[in-house]
């Protein structure tokens, strides 16, 4: 979200959560990003969100100008397909990766709690890295990072990477010359992958050194010069590296998200499907099934022929699955 706001030029103040600096009122449920938007008179606050994607599309209604989403509506379906990807199913590498291997474990335990206090004394520092990475090893398998899924999420890691290592050989980002919400939505979970966790990040510079380089540039594009509406592709001109991405989009979160909502629906207390020939496992996640209801509102709001074209772009990708309402 701070890349968003940065991009779009929109005055912001940052505030690290739970430090003593931190004076905004508690959000409905306590996860990040949070944006409070201030009273007209600069005392206090008229409301607290969270949740990137919905805030991205409040501020689009709000603000004009330096726009994330596509002009043509179907292009900004498979934009937002492309976020939700990012945000659901990326995040399980991000997770994997830092709570699955010593060195990320022991990096994290370090740093993290002195994110919000410098003074911590040594005492503390201890007992905050106990508390973290204990608590954080312990929840990996609700995100689906076992040794059991380990081949599934690391294999979709390096392929992402290639992915948008072969479409930065072409153009700046994912649909156009100009960032939309779906890169946003991969940034969010490359900073971590690609900057901070070692296994990840290692894996990233031999991989795919362009992403590594694109991430650090995603951080600030205020730079970015950008004209109305233009520089967005065409919907049938995508690179054939966006249409990999669509494939892998297909591959790995789509059946999973399918799967996830039998399961919620059914009351069951694990998820099971194949992903790229191999049995995927975890426990079901509710606020996913949200996700899927979500994607599927937006997919049916388009008007029949831009449902058409949109359809067009994903047919054979494995993403139809996605999209078929029950």
Known sequence: ???????????FRWMLRDSKWDDLPAPAVPIIPVIAYPNADGTGYQEVTVDSSPQIMRLEADITGRSVVPTDPALAFIDSLIEDFGDEWLTKAMYHYRWAYEADIDKAGKL??????????????????????????????????????????????????Q?????????DFMLGDRPGRGDFGLYGQLTQLTRWDPTAVAVAVDVAPKVVNWVERMDDLAWLPVTDD????ELDGLDPATGQLLEEIGRTYAPFMVANTKALMAGADEVLCQIDGQEYRQAPFAYQGKCLHWLREAYQALDAADRGRA?????GTGCEQLLNVD
Do not use: C
């Open 1 to 11: 979200m701070r890349g968003v706001l940065r991009y779009r030029h929109i005055p």
């Open 230 to 233: 233009a520089g967005w592709d």
């Open 163 to 171: 992915i948008m290592q072969a479409r930065f050989a072409k153009g």
């Open 112 to 161: 993290l709690p002195i994110s919000r206090n410098l003074q911590l004394d040594s005492d503390q520092s201890q007992q905050m890295y106990d508390f973290i990475t204990q608590r954080q090893i312990g929840r990996r398998s609700l995100v689906g990072s076992t040794e059991w899924n380990t081949p599934i999420i690391e294999g979709s890691y390096r392929r992402v990477l």
């Open 311 to 315: 359809d067009t772009v994903l047919s």
